[in-house]
């Protein structure tokens, strides 16, 4: 089964309006009906992560207004609490989400006795992530989980535990990949399959790869016009998990889901890790105060602090490994503040024909833009016909894509409807989620192609710790 297309992810954002204005007509608790009669009623369990909140920016059709919440009490419950509130108090499109919170220690007990909810959100600290999904699943709830879903080989193992519940119980246990709703991405992919414009995928080689993705986050940021809180335990690999197995997980997926869509991938046979590494961010007292509003360590990063006052936080990571024998290499960073813009991410796959690369610098305002290299300057008028073949075509899905062409060969311009920034992917990816809870099924390739992300992820980790 093919997902929604991003046509038809614009298209339900728009009718939400209408969905919204609808819903006061419902009965008292904001019930909407799916069209097999499924009510979707979210429970959210202790949202430590802001990503818990950003699933709930916007109101969703078939999806109950009230939502069930069970976490310890603390800054972090509070933290999401006011985000929602901020979304509910809005002057633009408010929400209107009615959150039933259940504070104390027996939080996860509590849930899973209760069930008030058919879909748990799973957003926070990831050291028990995985125990949480396995549970839910145990318990017949379904299970939207932020990345990453497992930080270590252990994890892992846990989880494709949970998948084979899952699918047992008919359940839907899915991973929030918010990368994959980016507009650029989602052009790289469609041009990469064009043979008359791409050729043939390379295989590359450790030294030069065919497929090169980086990503670069940073602590000190702003989310929903706010500068961010982080709690504490986000410096910490054994609760937050080492870069590889967080920020490395998007890269891994897109990998996948650009060189080989709707490709099962099996992780036994299709991936082979060469080599990865790991190194740390210094980060000072006082910046680490300013994220975190914290004026010391606490006694678990203690291990991480060098001359009591410079935390060595793990936030680097490369993996080199080979993709149904592609050579992949991904990188993932984190520093402390963007001197100018905000995160950043750089994406190249080698064609036999062009090298279709992401670049996100100065030149592009620090935003996301897709350009085409060919491989020889030589190609000339009639590469330049099939580059104007290609833009009709995409053009039939995305109107208004178009090319301009450059010393090295051509950018792609993309109407500015498409860049709906970050937070709204949170969204789209639940429109897609909400699509597979109506269809009661993930498309055939999405389980082993998550089990084979995070067998990639938490296997590198093993072998850079080594």
Known sequence: M??????VTLFLYSIMSISLASSQSLNSTGRKNLEDGAIVKLITIDPGHFHAAL??????????SVVNVYAPDGPELQAHLDLIKQY????????????????????????????KGNVVIIAGNNRRKTEYIKKSIDAGINVLGDKPMAINYAD??????????????????????TERSEI???????????????????????????????????FYKYVSGKALTRPDWFFDPLQQGDVITDVGTHLIDLAQWECFPEQIIDYKKDIKILSSKTWTTPLTLSQYALITKENSFPGFLKQYVKDDTVLQTHANGEINYTLKNIHVKITARWDYKAEDGGDTHYSRLRGSKA????????????????????????????????LKRAVQKLNSTYPGVDLEKNAQGWKVIIPQKYKVGHEAHFGQVMLRYLQYLKEKRLPSWEVPNMISKYYTSTKALEMANK
């Open 55 to 64: 699933v709930q920016k916007e109101m969703y059709p078939g999806i109950d």
């Open 156 to 177: 892992f193992n846990t989880l494709q535990q949970s998948f084979v519940e899952a699918a047992k119980k008919k359940l839907l246990l899915y991973d929030i990949m």
């Open 2 to 7: 093919k997902g929604i297309t991003y046509a």
């Open 88 to 115: 509910n108090e809005r002057k633009e499109n408010p929400t209107h989400w009615v959150e039933q919170v259940y504070k104390g220690d027996d939080y996860l007990d509590k849930m899973l006795t209760e069930k």
């Open 355 to 386: 090298t279709l690369e992401i670049r996100q610098g100065k030149e592009d305002g620090f935003q996301p833009a897709l350009y085409i290299i060919p491989t020889s300057q030589k190609q000339g008028s009639e590469y330049a016909l099939e």
């Open 184 to 218: 650029t991405n989602i052009l790289q992919k469609e041009l990469s399959h064009l043979p008359g414009v791409f050729g043939e995928l390379e295989k590359g080689t450790v030294n030069d790869p065919a497929v090169t993705l980086e990503s670069v986050h940073y």
